[in-house]
T-cell receptor
Framework: KNQVEQSPQSLIILEGKNCTLQCNYTVSPFSNLRWYKQDTGRGPVSLTIMTFSENTKSNGRYTATLDADTKQSSLHITASQLSDSASYICVVSDRGSTLGRLYFGRGTQLTVWP | EADIYQTPRYLVIGTGKKITLECSQTMGHDKMYWYQQDPGMELHLIHYSYGVNSTEKGDLSSESTVSRIRTEHFPLTLESARPSHTSQYLC???????????????FGPGTRLTVL
């Protein structure tokens, strides 16, 4: 069964600190993995996208890693800001359909305190 | 910022009412999707469309229906709303594979529906 599991479920950190979010998946055949940021009451916005051959991708203070062998990914946030408070969702796409089927994790709810 | 819009953003209605959630995109994308999301849970695909006059049911069974008469418009309708329909509904679109980078889906801001 294709699944995406994220940890931790929630995380609270102080402003300026770093944090790392985890994602494990069983989706096969694998196409790509994305990290989305979803602010409360808004739709998800893409942060990074990685294919099988990419093992790291950065977008400003966000750095995603991918280990396709162990089917694990992480999202590292550096020097956190209050605006980083949001849900971070790991999404994996398979190669098995023309639809571009996406499998969503439940997200990690990050809260950054001043 | 993706050009995909949803209205209304918030809707509170009584049981038995008919409602239509609007979704429009100005990117010319062929594929469009509707997702349902409850708090703290993953997004579930309820409907999708490959293009005009194409609609398919997604993984999560839903009593809602959709139509795709125009490329840019993908409304979702509930004929008789019930409290169990209370949820957030997200619309998304993506370009054809030959144009898109990794079939990325762009999401609208969502409609928060509450049925009393």
């Amino acid at each position: 069964k294709n699944q995406v599991e994220q940890s931790p479920q929630s995380l609270i950190i102080l402003e300026g600190k770093n944090c790392t979010l985890q994602c494990n998946y069983t989706v096969s055949p694998f196409s790509n993995l994305r990290w989305y940021k979803q602010d409360t009451g808004r739709g998800p916005v893409s942060l990074t996208i990685m294919t099988f051959s990419e093992n790291t991708k950065s977008n400003g203070r966000y750095t995603a890693t991918l280990d396709a062998d162990t089917k694990q990914s992480s999202l590292h946030i550096t020097a956190s800001q209050l605006s980083d408070s949001a849900s971070y969702i790991c999404v994996v796409s398979d190669r098995g359909s023309t639809l571009g089927r996406l499998y969503f994790g439940r997200g990690t709810q990050l809260t950054v305190w001043p | 910022e993706a050009d995909i819009y949803q209205t209304p953003r918030y809707l509170v209605i009584g049981t038995g009412k008919k409602i239509t959630l609007e979704c429009s995109q100005t990117m010319g994308h062929d594929k469009m999707y509707w997702y349902q999301q409850d708090p703290g849970m993953e997004l579930h695909l309820i409907h999708y469309s490959y293009g005009v006059n194409s609609t398919e049911k997604g993984d999560l069974s839903s009593e809602s229906t959709v139509s795709r008469i125009r490329t840019e418009h993908f409304p979702l309708t509930l004929e008789s709303a019930r409290p169990s329909h209370t949820s957030q509904y997200l619309c998304a679109s993506s370009a054809p594979s030959r144009q898109a980078v990794y079939n990325e889906q762009f999401f609208g801001p969502g409609t928060r529906l509450t049925v009393l």
